[in-house]
């Protein structure tokens, strides 16, 4: 089973399935194995009569409706992220849905190593690895990552071409990224800007004189006005405050 760890593997591989579990992406989407991994601790509650092993959209649909309904009832922490990846057969939403099954059923955490990039249910990781002359176009990127059951469930066509639309701005992203890393293989030439050289900006001086304002020069009087200091101002006030009482006292 690729894409989950050991100790996972090891405890669907000891419930004894009604068949091997090699692929999950494509062996968990109708929904079956999962009712049945929760029949061995609810076998009361979780009966693989009322479950369909086959592959029609409408018998998926019914199989994950009672079980949502039955999640709900259990108030099982399970993402919606990781139940509607996996009916749509996105990439390592099945994955998490085991580990997630794994910890909640036996109350242990799984030990694995972080991934590096953020899983978004798309094949981004694996068009990485591959080299750029293999990796997929705009529209092989809209078949991988939007299936026609996706299409087929989801009646709203705006939504539909929402989602498509997301998945071109992303591939549209990813190939401006690559052309910045490898701009030999793409004949990108540099512009005149990039190819001028650049010259450093000039140091700022620091100045070791004083700065006291009796040794800076004073700014040239170009209006013609008369520029007093500060106790020149007060001397003039005082005086026309001394001249104002004896104009008074000629008055009267």
Not at 142 to 161: F, G
Request: with cysteine.
């Amino acid at each position: 089973m690729s894409g989950l760890p050991r100790e996972v593997t090891k405890w669907v591989q000891s419930l004894d399935l009604a068949w091997q579990v090699k692929t999950p992406k494509w062996d968990l989407t109708n929904g079956y194995l999962v009712a049945e991994i929760f029949s061995w601790y609810f076998n009361q509650e979780v009966g693989l009569h009322s479950y369909y092993n086959c592959n029609s959209l409408k018998q998926k649909e019914k199989n994950w409706y009672l079980l949502k309904s039955f999640i709900k009832s259990k108030h099982l922490d399970i993402p919606d992220d990781y139940i509607e990846g996996t009916i749509h057969c996105k990439e390592g939403a099945s994955a998490l849905l085991l580990e997630r099954l794994y910890e909640i059923l036996t109350n242990r955490k799984v030990k694995k190593v972080p991934p590096e990039t953020e899983t978004d249910y798309t094949d981004f990781a694996y068009q990485v690895k591959l080299p750029m002359h293999a990796r997929s176009t705009a529209s092989k990127a809209v078949k991988n990552n939007l299936r026609l059951t996706e299409v087929l469930a989801d009646e709203n066509q705006i939504h539909t071409a929402q989602k498509a639309h997301k998945i071109i701005n992303d591939h549209i992203d990813h190939r401006r990224i690559e052309r910045l890393q490898d701009p030999a293989r793409f004949n990108i030439k540099p512009s005149i800007g990039e190819r001028c050289v650049r010259k450093p900006l000039p140091t700022e001086v620091v100045s070791s004189e004083p700065d006291d304002d009796e040794d800076k020069p004073s700014a040239p009087n170009t209006g013609g006005e008369i520029l007093g200091t500060g106790r020149e101002k007060t001397s003039e006030q005082h005086e026309l405050t001394t001249v104002t009482p004896s104009l008074m006292q000629l008055q009267f």
